[in-house]
């Protein structure tokens, strides 16, 4: 039956005697300020983002239920009393309703002005990043214009030698080797390099190294259209080398109006020994060159190359820190036993020579904390180098990504993760960075950002090894076999595809397959892999074969054992009296903010 006119009035009127509508008002702006005031105050607080999002769906969840309220039960002198029960000569609904309307004036009016507030702050803060954004650069790799490809460490020293120099300006962004070199030869046009590397200008050019002179062309570009800033042609007698690197580094920096930094604890960092010795610093570049190459034969081209470096300059600090730091490498990817004991040994007379000759050498600091790490196992005495290399060197993404690195092994993945993401600012196309991250968030439970991370390494190296393990365990984490089995599947064949089956299968409900994949990865990998056995046993919910495996990762001094305390799944037995004892045996506390599986 329908409702006729004279009915939507009377009904409409009696909303209004009863002050509904304006409780309906009052209860819309408070939500209103209410949600504005836990979107801008949450993040202090730490409140995660969805807060808000649940906020305003449990407030239109009470929205009826606050009509209905409104609509059966009236205020009055003798508190809240059923609207039927009020006489209609002792009503005072025309007063409340006077008072409602102050009240929603002013909750109306924190709305705004919370409102206007964060557009503010929003306005303030996204122009702020595009006024950082605008100071930015990126040192493409200057090609190689010397028709001699033994002359490309040249040409990649003078680049990283602009990338050194320029990072000593006060609020330049300059972004690291790392990103910057895989643009080398690159066909992509300025504006998608900028985006990429999230710099607005870039400076390329080409180097010609022929006898007694070095011809050098650059040019500063504008990322977003292409259009040149700044060029110049340079001849120079190559005894003038070092000047000729000072003059376009004023240049650019003169073109993009910065100035050297001013700290009280920052140093300034170069790569030229004092000296001036242009052997020296020759052979350095070469040492520089082979040590990019990552492989065995390569580190010991380096070493070589370092070491003679310091014959010819025995006052040359960086080359002692980076013959230290390539022994050390070398040492802890190929040697064992005596040999390595002899190798640490050289590395640390080498890492003591630098810091004597220069003391605020960042380089020598990442060198001496590399060197404690993984001989020693001295993780405080590493934070200590790392901290102080950052002190140092602030815009230096490898001090920062060390930092974190070392606070990760001392169980502070949220400080890791957050030094990190500093340094993927200043090399954001690092893709073992990115994967790092990946294992840090996925320690903090953060599944969803580790999935992220992870994927980005995988997008930057699709064929590097443990980036599809590391997906792995995030889905592990997750409970999704399936997606575990074919990230394993996706890993390159070798000890961490072992290891990323051998974990899947022991959630894939199929125990005779988990008993083979464990049997298999301890029968190939027992010796190189004891702390992964140790995982898939942790992950099993065995914990006598746990500790007994983890004893064998620390006597191999497996450098796994960096990750003990952001392990999801040997953190299960975190309150185990044997877990305790180890962490004092091995010199780490016992505590963390990661999270274990259940």
Not at 204 to 220: F, K, M, T, Y
Not at 481 to 501: I, M, N, Y
């Amino acid at each position: 039956m329908k409702r006729g006119n004279g009915d939507c009035m009377s009904f409409f009127t009696e909303l209004k005697r009863r002050n509904v509508l304006r409780a309906g008002a009052l209860y819309v702006g408070a939500v209103w300020a209410l949600a504005q005031g836990i979107s801008q105050l949450g993040p202090s607080v730490g409140a995660p983002e969805w807060f808000t999002r649940w906020f305003l769906v449990a407030a239109g969840i009470g929205f009826p239920f606050a009509m209905l309220f409104s609509w059966f039960f009236e205020w009055t002198p003798r508190g809240i009393v059923r609207e039927s029960e009020v006489a209609p000569s002792d009503s005072i609904t025309h007063n409340t309703g006077r008072k409602l309307d102050f009240a929603i004036i002013g909750v109306l009016s924190i709305a705004v002005v919370l409102l206007l507030t964060n557009q503010f702050v929003a306005h303030k803060d996204t122009d702020a990043v595009a006024a950082a954004s605008d100071n930015s650069i990126a040192v493409l790799p200057l090609s190689n214009a010397s028709g001699d490809k033994n002359e490309q460490f040249f040409s990649d020293g003078l680049s990283e030698n602009l990338i050194t120099a320029l990072s000593q300006f006060r609020g330049l962004k300059v972004i690291g080797r790392n990103s910057a070199f895989q643009f080398r030869d690159s066909q992509d046009d300025s504006k998608t390099i900028g985006a990429r590397l999230g710099v607005a200008t870039l400076l390329e050019g080409s180097v010609q190294h022929a006898g007694d002179v070095v011809r050098i062309n650059a040019e500063l570009i504008k990322a977003a259209d292409g259009s040149t800033l700044w060029s110049q042609r340079y001849d120079r007698p190559y005894k003038d080398l070092f000047a000729l690197q000072d003059e376009i580094t004023q240049s650019v920096a003169g073109a993009l109006k910065t100035k050297l930094m001013a700290s009280d604890t920052a140093a300034a960092q170069s790569d030229r020994p004092t000296s001036g010795n242009l052997d020296a610093y020759t052979a350095y570049l070469q040492g520089k060159f082979y040590f990019g190459l990552g492989t065995e034969a390569d580190y010991r081209k380096t070493i070589d190359a370092e070491t003679i470096a310091t014959r010819l300059d025995p006052q040359y600090a960086l080359a002692w820190a980076e013959l230290s730091r390539a022994t050390s490498v070398h040492t802890a990817q190929f040697l064992d036993g005596a040999s390595a004991q002899q190798a640490y040994a050289q590395a640390r007379a080498a890492v003591t020579t630098a810091l004597t000759l220069e003391p605020n050498l960042a380089s020598a600091h990442l060198a001496r904390g590399y060197l404690l790490l993984t001989a020693d196992f001295d993780w405080a005495g590493a934070e200590a180098e790392y901290r102080r290399a950052v002190q140092l060197a602030p815009s230096d993404g490898a001090a920062m990504y060390n930092l974190g690195t070392v606070l990760a092994t001392l169980g502070q993945p949220e400080q890791a993760a957050a030094w990190v993401r500093q340094a993927l600012a200043t090399d954001p196309l690092h893709a073992s960075w990115h994967i790092v991250l990946a294992g840090y968030l996925s320690g903090l439970g953060r599944l969803d950002e580790a999935e992220q991370a992870a994927r980005k390494a995988i997008e930057l190296q699709p064929t590097a090894e443990s980036y599809h393990e590391q997906l792995a365990i995030i889905e592990i984490q997750r409970g999704d076999a399936k997606a575990a089995l074919a990230a394993a599947q996706a890993e390159p064949a070798g000890v961490w595809q072992d290891e990323a089956f051998a974990l899947a299968q022991q959630i894939s409900g199929n125990p005779a397959a988990a008993d083979v994949a464990l049997k298999s990865l301890i029968d190939k990998d027992a010796t190189l892999a004891p702390y992964q056995i140790t995982e898939v046993y942790a992950l099993r919910k065995d914990a006598d074969d746990t500790f007994v495996w983890l004893d064998r990762a620390w006597a191999a001094r497996d450098a796994g054992l960096t990750n003990l305390l952001i392990d999801p799944f040997i953190l299960r037995y975190q309150h185990d009296p044997r877990f305790a004892a180890f962490c004092k045996k091995v010199g780490l506390p016992t505590t963390t903010k990661a999270k274990a599986m259940p």
